[in-house]
């Protein structure tokens, strides 16, 4: 039986593109940083204009690349790095998060969310036993246990599978829902895997918090041209779609490697990431 | 011999203790701590055997088997063991049963989910004891008290308890069926012979305290839904009442048999009919409908619209893990029907191309929340979200006069079975939708808000009050 997709690495061809205006971002960056030693800093006339700005809009020329090549190069090493790291980076933020004695609710598999849980439970500094409730297909569900086998085992971890349906039933003896992200549109919705709207919805309807996780390079530059996705069905009258879109009013708090972000916030972070200009629309 | 062992080793981690707190040494504090904390664990097994024989009175929830005969073993072999500590630390069988004082209170730190729930986990090793094994059904092996139980009734009891799929209206059925077969094999003369001595007991009493082990004994199978409890009261109503006291047997059975043939026909049948009349009013050309893919209740009714010439689309949802739609799904596409399916993973997308949510009811509440299969909550729910009326079919005798605010309350059951050692799946089998969420109740006596229910509840009451006391 095929193995429905894991989405915790760069999967979607979306974030190629994310990744290419990161890089163009960078370059206009450090050419603004660049301009910015060699002018006098100071002055009135940039206090008032605001720094760097102006020196960003402009294009960027094959005379400051060369100039510019070893920083860029740098930065993109950098970034890198960061993407490699950025399921131990989001798991950092664990502890703020998952308090001992949650009874969390998750959908499928993410090695995301694995970690996430995991650093939260193997924490030295304070006992924090945790039952996870797992919905969603229960293949996917047998996966949990390859990653938190030890956890599972010193019974700090409880793992419970209940089931697709069983999101609204269990709901009013959840404290969290926890859910992937894999990408996260400019307008802070994001696409999620299949299912995890009516997980959402239910944890609105008994107040529950979502956090969702996402790693920098899902942010999306752009807002993506289909609007539905449908993936091949096991069954001739079936239909099965890719990804659901979560709105921002559904989500509580989104967890970036930076930290927690509020989701009707997140077009700073867009706009720290990307720069408009490089935009191909 | 043992107790001077500890007591020797006590004096050794007290010395060791007193270095250390001289010395202030890591080395020697580790020892010095593993040590005691070795003694506090032997220290532990032995009271925890000792009170071994008062626990197995109260057992975890999980792990106890309730096979009498292993407890009882277990009891018998603890006074033997007292002694020999050094021996069972290493091999000791029961050690799994019994915890350490260090890891009873790890247990502790994640409890068990839905222990008052009731779960059927255990109820084939109960119909082991009672003697009906799974070979033989009708083989009376070991029991101590034998009980007189119908062989409808047990094969029912049986099939219930290990089937995954439930279908509400069959299950009905089938009891139906079983109880006319007790019905009919029910002749008054199994009478107690110390009660025959003081006074003749009546046919009716007769009959229920027959009847009484035979519903014990399928509510232990499995907790009964609303139809279910229904036709049981029925019969016993029927039993009781006034007109049945002064017939012999033969026209007692005929009584029983009318009653529920009665019964079955105008609020079974003839509502059902009346339903899928309105239903079919409700559904618009052209238009889809959502359903949840739980029963064949749903399909009957789709059937009858499509039947009376309405085009529609039908949408079935379906969740795991019995995966009841697919049969739903075949049903309706024999029946002409263009139909589409889908997981919950689906639903998101498919609710945007629906136009009305028709969901089929296992129970209508007094404050008008509705029971139903498991996953209906969730379709509810983003029905809402995307104002989508939801609307649920339910037959009268299936409103109950209870109010539940969420799935999770004793009446509820629960399926677990562990899937390995570690995780196990904890299926519910109904889940209760709020009644905010619910738009409107489709029933015999019309479409009515479902927070009317209580009042139709009511009714009834009174009406069947001024029955029974017009015929006396």
């Excluded at chain 2, 580790?30 to 220290?43: D, G, I, N, S, Y």
């Excluded at chain 2, 003697?131 to 101590?144: A, L, N, V």
């Excluded at chain 2, 002409?336 to 296992?362: C, E, F």
């Amino acid at each position: 039986m095929p193995k429905t997709k894991n989405y915790h690495m760069v999967e979607n061809s979306a974030d190629h593109f994310n990744i290419i205006r990161r890089c163009q971002k960078i370059v206009r960056e450090t050419k603004a940083a660049k301009k910015l030693s060699d002018t006098d800093q100071n002055s009135l006339a940039n206090a008032l204009m605001g720094c760097g700005r102006p020196a960003e809009t402009k294009k960027v020329n094959q005379m400051d690349l060369t100039e510019i090549k070893e920083e860029v190069l740098e930065s993109v090493r950098g970034l890198r790095d960061d993407i490699e790291s950025h399921i131990e980076r989001i798991a950092e933020h664990s502890a703020d998060y998952l308090k001992p004695h949650d009874r969390i609710l998750i959908w499928g598999f993410s090695a995301l969310v694995a970690n996430f849980i995991e650093k939260a439970v193997a924490s030295k500094s304070r006992k924090t036993p945790i039952t996870l409730l797992v919905s969603g297909s229960s293949n996917d569900a047998m996966d949990y246990q390859r990653i938190l086998r030890k956890q599972v085992e010193s019974k700090m971890l409880q793992i419970v599978v209940i089931g697709d349906g069983a999101a609204f039933t269990v709901m009013p003896i959840v404290q969290k829902v926890l859910i992937p992200a894999s990408s996260l549109l400019p307008d802070g919705s994001m696409r999620t895997p299949a299912g995890i709207r009516a997980l959402c919805l239910a944890a609105r309807v008994h107040a529950v918090p979502v956090l969702a996780l996402c790693p920098l390079h899902k942010i999306s530059a752009d807002y993506p041209e289909d609007e539905c996705e449908l993936v091949q069905p096991d069954h001739p009258r079936e239909i099965k779609p890719a990804w659901d879109l979560v709105k921002s009013n559904l989500v509580s708090v989104v967890i970036t490697s930076e930290g927690g972000l509020p989701p009707n916030d997140t077009y700073r972070l867009h706009n720290q990431l990307y720069h408009p200009g490089d935009s191909l629309q | 011999m043992t107790k001077e062992l500890s007591a020797k080793e006590k004096k050794k981690l007290e010395k060791a203790a007193r270095r250390a707190k001289v010395v202030g040494d890591k080395g020697v504090d580790v020892e010095a701590k593993k040590a005691e904390a070795m003694r506090k664990k032997e220290e532990a097994m032995k009271k925890k055997q000792e009170e071994a024989p008062v626990r197995q009175a109260s057992p975890v929830p999980k792990a106890a088997s309730p096979v009498p005969q292993v407890a009882a073993l277990q009891a018998e072999g603890v006074p033997g063991r007292t002694r020999k500590i050094s021996e069972s630390q290493s091999i000791d069988p029961r050690r799994l049963l019994k915890t350490t004082k260090t890891q009873q209170s790890q247990v502790e730190l994640t409890e068990p989910l839905f222990t008052y729930m009731r779960n059927t986990a255990g109820i084939k090793d109960t119909i082991q004891t009672m003697g009906f094994g799974r070979k033989d059904m009708f083989s009376r092996g070991i029991t101590k008290n034998p009980t007189q139980l119908h062989r409808a009734i047990v094969r029912l009891g049986f099939k219930a308890a290990h089937l995954s799929k439930i279908d509400e209206r069959e299950m009905a059925e089938k009891l139906k069926r079983a109880l006319e077969l007790f019905i009919d094999d029910f002749d008054g003369r199994n009478f107690n012979d110390e009660l025959k001595q003081h006074h003749r007991v009546s046919i009716q009493q007769n009959f229920i305290s027959e009847l009484n082990p035979n519903i014990n004994f399928i509510s232990k199978c499995h907790p009964m839904t609303r139809s279910e409890a229904c036709l049981v009261d029925i019969v016993k109503e029927a039993a009781r009442s006034r007109q049945a006291r002064d017939k012999n047997l033969a026209e007692f059975k005929e009584f029983l048999h009318e009653e529920l043939q009665l019964f079955w026909k105008m609020r079974v049948d003839e509502a059902e009919a009346t339903i899928a009349n309105e239903t079919f009013n409700l559904i618009t050309d052209n238009s889809t409908v959502l359903t949840f893919g739980d029963g064949m209740n749903m399909v009957r009714i789709f059937e009858k619209a499509s039947r009376l010439g309405r085009k529609f689309e039908v949408i079935v949802v379906d969740t795991e893990p019995s995966f009841s739609g697919k049969r739903v799904l075949q049903c309706l596409t024999e029946a002409g029907i263009q139909t589409k399916y889908s997981t919950i993973a689906g639903l998101s997308y498919m609710m945007k191309q629906t136009d009305v949510v028709i969901i089929g009811a296992r129970s209508l509440l007094a404050n008008g929340s509705v029971v139903g299969a498991k996953g209906c909550g969730t379709v509810a729910c983003v029905a809402n979200e995307d104002q989508v009326p939801v609307l649920v079919c339910c037959e009268t005798y299936k409103f109950e006069d209870r109010c539940a605010i969420n799935a999770l309350d004793i009446k509820n059951e629960i399926r677990e079975f562990p899937i390995n050692e570690h995780i196990t799946f904890a299926n519910i089998v109904q889940d209760v939708i709020p009644a905010s969420l619910v738009t409107a109740a489709i029933t015999e006596v019309g479409i009515i808000a479902s927070t009317s229910a209580a009042t139709v509840i009511s009714e009834n009451e009174r009406k069947r009050k001024d029955i029974a006391f017009e015929t006396t």
